[in-house]
T-cell receptor, first 113, second 113 residues
Framework: GNSVTQMEGPVTLSEEAFLTINCTYT??????LFWYVQYPGEGLQLLLK?????DKGSNKGFEATYRKETTSFHLEKGSVQVSDSAVYFC????????????FGSGTRLLVRP | NAGVTQTPKFQVLKTGQSMTLQCAQD?????MYWYRQDPGMGLRLIYY???????DKGEVPNGYNVSRLNKREFSLRLESAAPSQTSVYFC????????????FGPGTRLTVT
């Protein structure tokens, strides 16, 4: 079945460092891919998405490219801020069940001043 | 602009007690979802409602029931709570299906003793 694997956290960075959070997936067909972010004490909110191969999603300085050949959707940001400290979830919605989002286990990011 | 609201925010139950978690959205979305979030496991789908009048099981439906009361409201019921149901519960909605952005409520933290 469909699944998402994320790198384990926590990831601790200094402000202005470069961020990469790895995400790989297993799915049949051509799923849509998402990154959601959860700030402390809140629900999740969509950060970015990509719906087909080679698409690049971007928002708030974060980017991720849908790589079908490597089944990956890694999240990157060139210069992180303290306010980026949160838990990041990679997710997919598969062609076989368009109402179900499959989430990775989440990666906690801590950015220090 | 309330988005997705959930009540209560916190709840403590004894084993065997019942309760209903309430969820409402004001975005005229067709699809609604209930997830549980456990440490290290990401979010897992309990039930979803693709549209008013329909409900379907997700990944972990055992021990839960749902009601799509109308287009706005989607409730989750625990008939006989168990300690394994200690979790944070999130309600979400989307325009139609998981390929659209899902909007999440703030969550309900439930403890079963």
């Amino acid at each position: 079945g469909n699944s998402v694997t994320q790198m384990e956290g926590p990831v601790t960075l200094s402000e202005e460092a470069f961020l990469t959070i790895n995400c790989t997936y297993t799915a049949t067909g051509y799923p849509s891919l998402f990154w959601y972010v959860q700030y402390p004490g809140e629900g999740l909110q969509l950060l970015l998405k990509a719906t087909k191969a080679d698409d690049k999603g971007s928002n708030k300085g974060f980017e991720a490219t849908y790589r079908k050949e490597t089944t990956s959707f890694h999240l990157e940001k060139g210069s992180v801020q303290v306010s980026d400290s949160a838990v990041y979830f990679c997710a997919l919605s598969g062609e076989d069940s368009s109402y179900k989002l499959i989430f990775g286990s989440g990666t906690r990011l801590l950015v220090r001043p | 602009n309330a988005g997705v609201t959930q009540t209560p925010k916190f709840q403590v139950l004894k084993t065997g007690q019942s309760m209903t978690l309430q969820c409402a959205q004001d975005m005229n979305h067709n699809s609604m979802y209930w997830y549980r979030q456990d440490p290290g496991m990401g979010l897992r789908l309990i039930y979803y409602s693709a549209s008013e009048g329909t409900t379907d099981k997700g990944e972990v439906p055992n021990g839960y029931n749902v009601s799509r009361l109308n287009k706005r409201e989607f409730s989750l019921r625990l008939e006989s709570a168990a300690p394994s149901q200690t979790s944070v519960y999130f309600c979400a909605s989307s325009r139609q299906g998981a390929s659209y952005e899902q909007y999440f409520g703030p969550g309900t933290r439930l403890t079963v003793t």
